[in-house]
């Protein structure tokens, strides 16, 4: 599979403190790719990083034929306001934004292409349920038939699985699973370890660094997941960024 995403040397952080330090590596198309690490080991901003909403202090993230229209992010917290006067239809359709813009209208074919997103994730018959009439794992859902609509290639989920139950987890990571097979790069911020070795073929150990990068089962030993703890546990978070020290 080819590169979708390439990180060379980045560190990644908020008013010249890092979070993430001297970061190298592939995304590749066709590849699932859990980021895991301690609570504070920079998984969100990494995830930031890559989709263009943060930029590097040092260091460059290189998309490789990706234009900001080919990368769907899903943040931790989406901002949706339950109270404010949407259906979950038109939350939805504005998948379609890099295709028909904000304030485009929808076409025969865009609607069929919506009922089937609500179908995906199994929500059909919800399309004209207002927001604040569902509930955290319906609205969930609703997010991820966002992110079927906008057809991107680069997929960036940040823990998409916290608000939800087991059984729309187990329907989302199914959904999630599918996506590789069409070519994709999908990288999610994950907590759950067991979910991680289960169910994507890569990880990616952060404690402010990596750990380790690979194969999702090698990559979460146990003593890479005790070395991730320990490397968290001795960071200083008023640390300025420092140059990188090069291997001996």
């Known amino acids: 599979m080819s590169a979708a995403v390439r990180l060379h040397d980045v560190t990644l952080g908020y008013e010249r403190h890092p979070a993430v330090h001297h970061l190298d590596g592939v995304f590749e198309a ?3 790719t859990a980021v895991v690490g301690p609570n504070g080991s920079g998984k969100s901003t990494l995830l930031r990083g890559v989709a263009g909403a943060l930029e590097p202090l040092s260091g460059r993230i290189e998309l490789q034929g ?3 229209r080919d990368i769907a992010y899903l943040p931790q917290d989406p901002g949706v306001d339950r109270n404010f006067p949407m259906t979950l239809g038109e939350l939805v359709a504005l998948g379609f934004w890099n295709k028909r813009g904000l304030f485009g209208g929808l076409r025969r074919a865009d609607r069929e292409r919506l009922h089937d997103a609500f179908a995906a994730v199994g929500l059909h018959g919800f399309e004209d349920r207002p927001l604040n009439a569902v509930s955290g794992g319906q609205l969930q859902r609703a997010l991820f038939a966002r992110v079927l609509l ?3 290639r680069l997929i960036l989920l940040d823990e998409p699985f916290s608000a939800v139950d087991q059984k729309t987890t187990a329907d989302l990571v199914e959904l999630i699973q599918r996506w590789p097979r069409e070519g994709r790069a999908v990288i999610v911020v994950l907590h759950d370890l067991e979910l991680a070795r289960d169910a994507f073929t890569d990880a ?5 660094e990596k750990v380790a990068w690979g194969p999702a089962r090698e990559t979460l030993r146990p003593e890479n997941l005790l070395k ?3 490397l968290s546990e001795a960071f200083d978070a008023h640390a300025h960024v420092c ?3 090069e291997d001996a």
């Open 30 to 32: 066709g590849r699932l």
């Open 66 to 68: 990706l234009k900001p």
């Open 150 to 152: 906008q057809d991107a």
């Open 204 to 208: 990616l150990l952060l404690a402010r």
């Open 228 to 230: 991730a703890r320990r």
């Open 243 to 245: 140059r990188r020290t």
